[in-house]
């Protein structure tokens, strides 16, 4: 395969192996653009959630030349998770790099989750570009992809999008919403103690803020669209959601829609009719949903049944773009309680396996 040049250059940018192939005279604009500054590298992660961190571990023993882009901190979603919040996970579950994870209960809390990544990341001493931000990708005709951000431009042979869920909210869409009493974003129960907190949705998290808001001290409304509390809430927290329910202490309306929030009040569809309610926070736990404008830019295909599954072979993680894998939460589209730490570390392994394999197919 070495040396072949009977390729289009269509066929070129189709196929980011080409270039790893290439006898060293056709690799003449690579060292051009190493001369122009432009960092050369075989694998580009965007993103360092866990998932990240983890190919960019698996790339590192593999012995390929790459590094992680990450627009915000290290583990930045983890970081902006509630400040008191405990995984549902066991810590071994959330292991990366084969790095033991020694938490002080069999579930560790956030603080202990952003000590261990950090230290993942030292021990591996992992290529990390922190506060840069993707912002656009472009196959390049000698091979590979050109990758834009905020501070720079690189290049690679290929991508792996390890972007998450946790930057876009799913937003109600209703009138209000905008106003600074209203969060997508619940951090800590502080600020709302002995005040009217309307919380929307009835998943863990918020179920988790129902709880702790009103353990210190806030009146707390639930507002449900479904008819019960979420049958995918922690086993050991919803018996305590249901009971504070049920005797009272926290009130919730099932089957029920938010319709406006307003200063001091908002409005609430109920079976029972339209009702308002004295309100001074609305924490609207309604979930996150990957960037699929970003991926749709990237030509990356998605489902039109709603849920925008991205088009990728599970055997390789790798998307219809050839040489552009998916890695983590956004595989899931829509369904983001699909693909968690737990069960997408694997991809990791799996993404640098079949990069080595199509290097070594090109030998
Ligand atoms: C409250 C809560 C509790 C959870 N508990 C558990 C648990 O117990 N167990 C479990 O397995 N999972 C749990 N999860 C889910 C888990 O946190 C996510 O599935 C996991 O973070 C996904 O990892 P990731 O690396 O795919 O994405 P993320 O962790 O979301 O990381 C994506 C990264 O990409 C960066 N990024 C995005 N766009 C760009 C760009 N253009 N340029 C550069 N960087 C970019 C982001 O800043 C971010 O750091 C929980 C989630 C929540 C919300």
Known sequence: MQGRTDKTQAEQAEDPGFYIRRPFLLQLPVYFACFAGMKILDVLIVGAGPIGLACGIAAQKAGLRYTIVEKGTLVNSLYRYP??????STSEKLEIGGVPFVSNNAKPTRAEALEYYRRVAETFAVDLKLYEKVENIEPVTSGGY?????KGRYQAQYII????????????????????KVTHYYAEPHPYYRQKVVVVGANNSAVDAALETWRKGAQVTMVVREPEIGRRVKYWVRPDIVNRIEEGSIQAFFNSTLEEVRPGKVDVRTP????????????????YQ?????LQQLGITLTDDGKYYPTYDPETQESNRPGIYLAGVICGGMDTHVWFIENSRVHADR???AILKKTKVAD
């Open 272 to 287: 029972e009719g339209l009702i308002t309610l004295e309100n001074d926070f609305v924490i609207a736990a309604t979930g």
């Open 161 to 180: 999008l390890a972007t998450g869920f946790y930057d876009i909210p799913n937003v109600l869409g209703i009138p209000g919403e905008e106003l600074p």
């Open 290 to 294: 990957p960037n699929f404008k970003f």
């Open 146 to 150: 050109r990758i834009d951000t905020d």
């Open 351 to 353: 993404i640098i396996n």
């Open 83 to 88: 400040a008191n919040m405990t995984f549902f």
